[in-house]
C-alpha cells in the first residue's frame, strides 16, 4: 500500500467520523429542543391578552351617575342584587356542570355562555359597598380560573402525544375547586 493509498483510507474514515459525529450533535439538540418544549407546555398556557381584558372587563365596576334622585336608590338597590343573584346563579349552574362532567366543545360553549351572561348581568350590579367590591373580584377571580381550565385542556388535546387524560384532570380540578373557593367567597358577601 503506497502513501497515496493509506492517505485516502484515512481522509474516507475522517468523512464517515465527522458525518456520524454531526448527526449525534443534531440528535442532541432535538432531544434538547424537545425537552424545552415540554417544559414550557407543562407550565400551562399563557395568559392571552384577550383572557386578560375578560376578566378586567368583568372586574370593571359600572359606575352610577351622581346625580340620580334619591328615590332611584331603593330600585337601584334592588336591580344590583337581582343581578347579583342572576351572576351567583350562572356560575353556579356552570360548576355544576363541571363536576357532572362534559366534552371540551361543551364545556368551551358553556364558558361563551357564561361570560356572555356576565357581561350583561355585571353593569347591573352598582352597589358601592365595600363587600361589592370583593364581589366583582371573586366573580372575575371565579372566571379566570374557568377560562385557565379551559386553555389548559385545549393544550392538553392538543399535544395529546404529551399530556394524558391524567394530566388534563390534574390541572383542570384545580381550577375547577380555585372557581368554586371564589363562588363560594361570592356567595357569602352578598348574605347581609
Do not use: C
Request: charged share 25%.
Amino acid at each position: 500500500m503506497t502513501n497515496s493509498d493509506k492517505q485516502v483510507q484515512e481522509n474516507s474514515g475522517e468523512v464517515g467520523r465527522s458525518t456520524f459525529n454531526s448527526a449525534w450533535i443534531l440528535a442532541a439538540l432535538a432531544v434538547v429542543l424537545l425537552g424545552v418544549v415540554v417544559l414550557y407546555m407543562r407550565q400551562g398556557p399563557p395568559v392571552t391578552t384577550e383572557a386578560a381584558s375578560e376578566a378586567a372587563a368583568v372586574e370593571t365596576p359600572a359606575t352610577p351617575d351622581a346625580k340620580q334622585p334619591v328615590e332611584n336608590a331603593a330600585e337601584q338597590n334592588s336591580q344590583s342584587e337581582a343581578a347579583a343573584s342572576q351572576i351567583l346563579a350562572e356560575l353556579k349552574r356552570f360548576q355544576d356542570a363541571t363536576e357532572r362532567g362534559m366534552e371540551y366543545a361543551e364545556y368551551q360553549k358553556g364558558l361563551e355562555s357564561l361570560k356572555n351572561d356576565l357581561n350583561t348581568a355585571l353593569p347591573s350590579f352598582v352597589s358601592h359597598d365595600p363587600n361589592d367590591e370583593n364581589f366583582r373580584q371573586e366573580v372575575a377571580g371565579a372566571l379566570r380560573e374557568y377560562t385557565a381550565a379551559g386553555n389548559w385542556w385545549k393544550t392538553s388535546i392538543d399535544n395529546s402525544s404529551v399530556f394524558t387524560a391524567a394530566d388534563r384532570n390534574e390541572r383542570t380540578q384545580k381550577n375547577w375547586a380555585a372557581a368554586r373557593a371564589h363562588l363560594t367567597n361570592a356567595e357569602k358577601m352578598l348574605v347581609r
